[in-house]
């Protein structure tokens, strides 16, 4: 394997995260966290672009990267259409007017554009890798119950799979053998049931799907998505920002730090209510995919973000805990994920596959 230096941009709906790798190695991992406040001014994702793009730049320049030195850019990847089989995408201007063009609104979308600019500047080249639209739904799944309005996939494929390959690793088999349940529990929440390798029912996370998080809404009974429409009188606009960016911990309690909730809740009835109701949801939403599992489940898997709570953790494994084991890994494994797909890429193991 060659040591190909590759920057790696992961820009999410709370945070911006920066990485560097030289080989296998991290030379550079930085979280930049954004409160609600610092978000809110911008009016639609794709603004944020020089807001992120400076912060990218500066932490590089703070961590004396040398860009000339760079083999290639990975950038998560954003909501392109549904892409039928995961892999690792080569960002090209098709991709990036998709992005500019699409309107569904989460912070990914900046990743190609920023890393696709930055790589023309310096003549290399940039990849996504596993997007979130990774669409691995079953037939029965992709029924939404009102015929014309199917479901779609919107979800943390990137690091559900990757951290679903270790419980594989540390359990002796491989990903394809294996049956398990992951919930992500980021600034969104996604919770799927991964069938033999794929990912064959999960939560849309952007938009009004499964569990409540600390900044979307989840899935809204409709007669509530009616009266916020038609009594209410909200727009379009207000309707997407209720479900995703002002919802969940962000309407309950006006912040998007679980760390800030938790210390709420040990003095405020009504944030641990709060709390524990997002406990509650993810582990519903985990017992129902043991169903599309028909029971045959070799793990249950908490990660993202959140999954550095222990309280959290502990509130979800007393409640799923009889389904299978429960493995925590706290944080994402996005950052190495995203180099290795680039790597393989630049070390010839694997064709980036051309976005069309
Ligand atoms: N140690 C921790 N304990 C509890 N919550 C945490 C901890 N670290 C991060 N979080 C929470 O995780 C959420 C963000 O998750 P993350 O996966 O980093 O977000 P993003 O969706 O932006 O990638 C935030 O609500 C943050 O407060
Ligand atoms: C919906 C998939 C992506 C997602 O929700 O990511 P964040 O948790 O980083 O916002």
Redesign the pocket.
């Known amino acids: 394997m060659e040591q190909n230096k590759i920057l790696v941009i992961?820009?999410?709906?709370?945070?911006t995260?920066i990485a560097v790798y030289k080989g296998g190695d991290k030379v550079l991992e930085q979280?930049l966290?954004?409160k609600k406040e610092e978000l809110e001014g911008f009016n639609k994702v794709v603004e944020q672009y020089e807001f992120r793009m400076k912060i990218i730049k500066d932490t590089l320049a703070a961590g004396n990267i040398d860009l000339r030195e760079l083999k290639a850019i990975a950038s998560r990847g954003g909501l392109l259409k549904p892409l039928p089989c995961g892999g690792t995408y080569l960002v090209n201007e098709t991709m990036c007017e998709d992005l500019r063009t699409t309107n569904r609104e989460h912070?990914s979308n900046l990743a190609a554009l920023i890393g696709y600019e930055m790589g023309k500047e310096l003549g290399i080249s940039c990849y996504v890798v596993d997007p979130v639209v990774v669409d691995e739904l079953q037939p029965v799944a992709r029924l939404s119950g009102l015929k014309g309005y199917d479901r779609t996939s919107v979800w943390?494929a990137l690091?559900q799979k990757a951290v679903a390959r270790k419980v594989a690793m540390m359990l002796g088999t491989q990903y394809k053998d294996m049956n398990c349940i992951v919930a992500?529990?980021?600034?969104?929440v996604t919770v799927a049931a991964h069938e033999k390798g794929r990912a064959i029912d999960v939560n849309n996370g952007l938009r009004g799907d499964g569990p409540f998080?600390?900044?979307r809404s989840g899935g809204l009974p409709c007669d509530i998505m009616m009266k916020m429409v038609f009594d209410d009188g909200k727009s379009r606009k207000e309707m997407e920002k209720s479900l995703a960016g002002q919802g969940g911990?962000v309407s309950y309690l006006n912040t998007?730090?679980?760390?800030?909730?938790?210390k709420m809740a040990q003095t405020d009835e009504y944030a641990e209510l709060v709390y524990n109701a997002m406990a509650y949801q993810v582990s519903k939403e985990i017992a129902s995919l043991g169903a599309t599992l028909y029971g045959k489940i070799d793990a249950v898997i908490l990660t993202?973000?959140?999954?550095?709570?222990?309280?959290?953790t502990s509130l979800i494994k007393e409640r799923v805990s009889f389904m299978a084991p429960v493995y925590i890994f706290?944080?994402?494994e996005?950052m190495e994920a995203l180099a290795a797909g680039v790597a393989r890429v630049l070390d010839k193991e694997e064709e980036a596959i051309v976005y069309k």
Not at 184 to 188: F, Q
């Open positions: 992961n820009p999410g709906s709370t945070s995260k979280t966290r954004h912070a943390h690091n992500h529990m980021g600034g969104g998080s600390p900044e911990f998007n730090d679980t760390r800030e909730v938790e993202g973000g959140m999954a550095h709570s222990k309280k959290l706290p944080g994402e996005e």
